[in-house]
Nanobody, 125 residues
Framework: QVQLVESGGGLVQAGGSLRLSCAAS????????MGWFRQAPGKEREFVAGISRNDGRDIKYVDSVRGRFTISRDNARNAVYLQMNSLKDEDTAVYYC?????????????????WGQGTQVTVSS
């Protein structure tokens, strides 16, 4: 059974940092491109960052987080991470990790096959 489990969310002050983790099981992690998405109340789900399968050479970010967030993967641990620095109020959302067999990480969530349950990130000013 495929499982993606996010952790690391919480409440943080504006300007602070959080590191999200996503642990994968039940699948060949090396062969999956991974993405982080988020959904704020009343808003559509938004692509945040993605990393390609295997060596993770292809990395993408939404413009609003570029320079503040860093996605990485550890194939030995079957995990993907999202380091979030200089957090802003508008980063408040439920964050989801997702997996796809695509060679490169798509920005469209419909191209992802597996999803985690989400972890809440709340940034207070």
């Amino acid at each position: 059974q495929v499982q993606l489990v996010e952790s690391g969310g919480g409440l943080v002050q504006a300007g602070g940092s959080l590191r999200l983790s996503c642990a994968a099981s039940g699948l060949a992690f090396d062969n999956l491109s991974m993405g982080w998405f988020r959904q704020a109340p009343g808003k559509e789900r938004e692509f945040v960052a993605g990393i390609s399968r295997n060596d993770g050479r292809d990395i993408k970010y939404v413009d609003s987080v570029r320079g503040r967030f860093t996605i990485s993967r550890d194939n030995a641990r079957n995990a993907v991470y999202l380091q979030m620095n200089s957090l802003k109020d508008e980063d408040t959302a439920v964050y989801y990790c997702a997996a796809t067999s695509a060679l490169r990480p798509p920005r469209n969530g419909f191209e992802y096959t597996y999803w985690g349950q989400g972890t809440q990130v709340t940034v207070s000013s």
